[in-house]
């Protein structure tokens, strides 16, 4: 903990490439600001998956920031990995929305500190209202039951796992976005819909700002996403 508030008042290094600074180096800020890489697709597509919106392939100094992010409560990365996820968000137009994250165990937040996804849900919306767009972040789902571990998984043994785990609350009949830091083969983003549309929501898509690199390909790309850095 005592780590965590020196970081915020004393950040020693880049959270994105640890290159000593304070804040975000330059080549990291980059990695935020450019434009989304669109709408992705996994290989093989879950059933059920809404369009899909990434701002990155998930490697290098992005991942370290999603990290930091999450795990090391970096909190002086929300905000720029919340204005990068409203890029995302974008693709699916201009609102009205309600950006719901999906949401983490009780039990991971309380080892992280924090929620994470509504962290960026928020900051995102602070960004996109700043851009004129009618958009909130709201906590939509919430987990019906603890989930096995995802790691190691096939994409169909992840679906069978978490077909069931959540479950909407709240208002109904929202334009809904469902928001994460990372997707992986799109599973979880497919409950979350499931879910939403069961409760009663329109869910208009989903956007996250990395998607891992090897199991997705961008539809306007036939070849595994390549590293942000290199798109010019
Ligand atoms: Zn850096």
Do not use: I
Not at 13 to 36: D, F, K, Q, S
Not at 50 to 57: E, I, Q, R, T, V
Not at 109 to 137: P, T
Not at 162 to 184: I, W, Y
Request: charged residues 15%.
């Amino acid at each position: 903990m005592l780590a965590v508030l020196l970081d915020l008042v004393l950040p020693r290094e880049c959270a994105g490439c640890g290159a000593p600074g304070a804040g975000l180096c330059a080549p990291c800020r980059a990695l935020l600001v450019g434009p989304p890489l669109g709408l992705v697709t996994p290989t093989p597509c879950p059933p059920g998956l809404p369009p899909l919106s990434a701002l990155a392939s998930y490697d290098g100094p992005l991942q370290r920031l999603l990290l930091s992010h999450k795990e090391h409560g970096r909190l002086q990365l929300t905000r720029p990995l919340g204005s990068a996820l409203a890029a995302a968000v974008l693709v699916h137009g201009r609102g009205p929305f309600v950006l719901c994250p999906v949401p983490s165990s009780p039990h991971a937040v309380r080892s992280r500190g924090h929620d994470h996804a509504m962290r960026l849900a928020q900051a995102a919306a602070r960004a996109l209202r700043s851009e004129g767009v009618d958009v909130r972040a709201m906590r939509l789902l919430r987990q019906r039951r603890s989930l096995a571990d995802q790691s190691g998984l096939t994409t169909s043994q992840r679906a069978a796992n978490l077909h069931g785990a959540l479950r909407a609350q709240g208002p109904p009949q929202l334009r809904v976005v469902v928001v994460d830091d990372v997707v992986t083969t799109g599973a979880t983003v497919v409950e979350a819909t499931r879910a939403l549309r069961a409760g009663g929501h329109a869910v208009v898509g989903a956007s996250v700002l990395a998607a891992t690199q090897k199991r997705w390909v961008s539809p306007v790309r036939t070849s595994p996403l390549p590293p942000r850095g290199s798109q010019g």
